[in-house]
C-alpha cells in the first residue's frame, strides 16, 4: 500500500533566442540547424518542466527558486543537469519517482523524429519511466506565431 503519493504539474516557456548561434536543446537532446531559446541556462523547456513537476511533488520548491536566475552557478546550465539535480533532491527527501509526462507546445520544431530518442534521453536521467508528446496551437498564440515555445510537465512521486 503506498502511504503517501504526490504528483506535481508545472509549465515552463521560453522565447526564441534571435542570436543565430544559441543552439535549441529540447528533452536532454541537441536539436541541429533549429533556432535556440533565451534563457539563463540552455532554455530546454521540456527538461525544465519535468524538473519543476518533481519539485513541486515532493514539496522542496519550485524550478526558480532551486535553480533561479541569482544563483550564478546555474548560468549556461544544460536542461539535462538541472534534471538530474533536481532528480538528486527529491530522492534526498525521501521520495520515489514513478514517471513524469511532458507535453511540447510549438509549431517547430518538428518533434515526431525523435520522440524516442527524447524520452530515451529523460528516462535515463529521471530513472523512470518518461513521456514526452507534442502538439501545436493551430497558429494561435505566441506559440502559433513561432515566438517562442511552452511545456507542461506532470510527476508523480511516493514517498521511500
Known amino acids: 500500500m503506498v502511504s503517501d503519493m504526490r504528483v506535481g504539474t508545472a509549465v515552463d516557456i521560453h522565447a526564441f533566442s534571435s542570436d543565430p548561434e544559441r543552439k535549441l536543446f529540447l528533452a536532454c537532446l541537441e536539436w541541429p540547424g533549429e533556432q535556440g531559446l533565451?534563457?539563463?541556462?540552455d532554455a530546454d523547456v521540456v527538461a525544465h518542466a519535468g524538473a519543476d513537476a518533481l519539485l513541486i511533488a515532493s514539496g522542496?520548491?519550485?524550478?526558480?527558486?532551486?535553480f533561479g536566475v541569482d544563483q550564478p552557478q546555474w548560468a549556461g546550465a544544460s536542461g539535462k543537469s538541472l534534471l538530474a539535480e533536481a532528480v538528486r533532491l527529491?530522492?534526498?527527501?525521501?521520495?520515489?519517482?514513478?514517471?513524469?509526462?511532458?507535453?511540447?507546445?510549438g509549431q517547430k520544431p518538428r518533434f515526431a523524429p525523435r520522440k524516442v530518442d527524447a524520452e530515451e534521453a529523460m528516462t535515463v536521467v529521471v530513472g523512470a519511466p518518461v513521456s514526452v508528446s507534442a502538439s501545436t496551437s493551430d497558429h494561435l498564440g505566441f506559440v502559433g506565431r513561432k515566438e517562442g515555445l511552452a511545456a507542461i510537465a506532470t510527476a508523480l512521486v511516493v514517498r521511500d
Open 38 to 41: 533565451e534563457g539563463h541556462s
Open 90 to 105: 527529491v530522492g534526498e527527501a525521501g521520495w520515489t519517482i514513478m514517471n513524469v509526462s511532458v507535453q511540447l507546445l
Open 60 to 66: 522542496i520548491g519550485e524550478l526558480g527558486t532551486v
